[in-house]
């Protein structure tokens, strides 16, 4: 049985491992990375944590988590960039073919 995390830098410590883990190309959302989290109502959790990243060893590919309809948000100048560079097309702010590129961390890694 899994544990229950309860400590705010083991979470985000999770949150970033889980995200480390969506490959190149491909975008998941800051709700399906709180399921795979365990964490109830924790997209918000998510996207707070993606604010903590800055000096994260290795980096942590805060450009592929997306809003749960493909939107970006935060930097989205910056985040397009680089989600442009791993071939992932954005159209007014939004993943084109996002359910096609979207990746469930809950059925795509053992956690």
């Not at 979470?11 to 975008?27: A, E, L, Q, S, T």
């Not at 903590?52 to 939107?71: L, M, T, Y």
Request: proline letters at 4%; glycine letters at 12%.
């Amino acid at each position: 049985m899994k544990q229950k995390i309860t400590n705010t830098t083991d979470i985000y410590k999770g949150i970033f491992d889980i995200v480390r883990c969506v490959p190149k190309g491909r975008v998941t959302t800051y709700g399906a990375v709180a399921k795979a989290m365990g964490l109830k109502s924790g997209a918000r959790m998510v996207g707070r944590a993606m604010g903590f990243v800055n000096g994260e060893k290795p980096a942590v590919p805060v450009q592929r988590v997306v809003n749960s309809s493909g939107h970006l948000s935060g930097d989205n100048g910056t985040r397009e960039k680089k989600l442009a560079a791993e071939g992932i097309q954005v159209k007014n702010g939004k993943i084109v073919d996002f359910k096609k590129l979207f990746w469930d961390p809950v059925t795509e890694i053992e956690l």
